[in-house]
Nanobody
Framework: QVQLVESGGGLVQPGGSLRLSCAAS????????MGWYRQAPGEQRELVAT??????TNYADSVKGRFTISRDSAKTVYLQMNSLKPEDTAVYYC????????????WGQGTQVTVSS
């Protein structure tokens, strides 16, 4: 079974940095992309950043220039978050899109990121 395990969340001060990690395990047929989404209380889940198997990246406008997504050969995706703002506070979820027509969508359990003084 496919499993995504996230780590790296926590409490940081505004302007601080965090590095989130997500390790994917199990049999993933045609991994097309990995990414990070976040959901604040009372709000819908939104895309933060994605990276394709070819290394192309996409970022939400709200995080461009501050966040960096990357992958390694071990099917681990990272999210380097710099210059964090209180509005970045949310539960961050790792996502994998897989399958010949991206018919499979896998999600991690989420990790809390809180930006506060």
């Amino acid at each position: 079974q496919v499993q995504l395990v996230e780590s790296g969340g926590g409490l940081v001060q505004p302007g601080g940095s965090l590095r989130l990690s997500c390790a994917a395990s199990g049999s993933i047929v045609r991994l097309n992309a990995m990414g990070w989404y976040r959901q604040a209380p009372g709000e819908q889940r939104e895309l933060v950043a994605t990276i394709t198997n070819g290394g192309r990246t996409n970022y939400a406008d709200s995080v461009k220039g501050r966040f960096t997504i990357s992958r390694d050969s071990a099917k681990t995706v990272y999210l380097q978050m710099n210059s964090l703002k209180p509005e970045d506070t949310a539960v961050y979820y790792c996502n994998v899109k897989a399958g010949s027509w991206s018919q499979y969508d896998y999600w991690g359990q989420g990790t809390q990121v809180t930006v506060s003084s």
